[in-house]
């Protein structure tokens, strides 16, 4: 585990979610993934942008209590939601350090793989 201080914030750039707890959230990104996810983009390699489908009752607070859960064990990842320009869409915006990259790079494929048909 690598910690990073700069000013007053120290964060922890490494997953500190319990291994036995990993594959069932795993498991959650992927349910939701199947089930709302609607555009996948990655403009950069610390960058991705996920659209969601909100026209089901309760995929915005599932998507924040998600997020807000994975930022808890792995501070590294940045998350901003926000309405999408197409009416009932959500976009989230997801970020992470240089050092990240492969980690984002594998939850951005396997968003792919399971949501929008290409």
């Not at 069932?24 to 992927?30: G, Y």
């Not at 990655?42 to 807000?68: C, M, N, S």
Request: charged content about 20%; hydrophobic content about 40%; glycine content about 6%.
């Amino acid at each position: 585990m690598r910690f990073e201080s700069t000013d007053a914030t120290t964060r922890i750039d490494a997953c500190t979610l319990p291994t036995e707890e990993q594959p069932l959230r795993v498991a959650e990104f992927e349910e939701l993934f199947a089930a709302h996810l609607v555009g996948v983009e990655q403009p950069a390699p610390t960058r991705g942008r996920l659209t969601f489908d909100a026209g089901a009752p309760g995929v915005e607070h599932q998507i924040r209590d998600l997020t807000a859960r994975e930022s808890e064990c792995c501070s590294f990842f940045t998350f901003t939601l926000a309405p999408a320009a197409q009416p009932g869409r959500l976009v989230l915006d997801i970020e992470v350090p240089g050092s990240q990259q492969p980690v984002l790079g594998a939850l951005m494929q396997r968003a792919a793989e399971l949501g929008p048909a290409s």
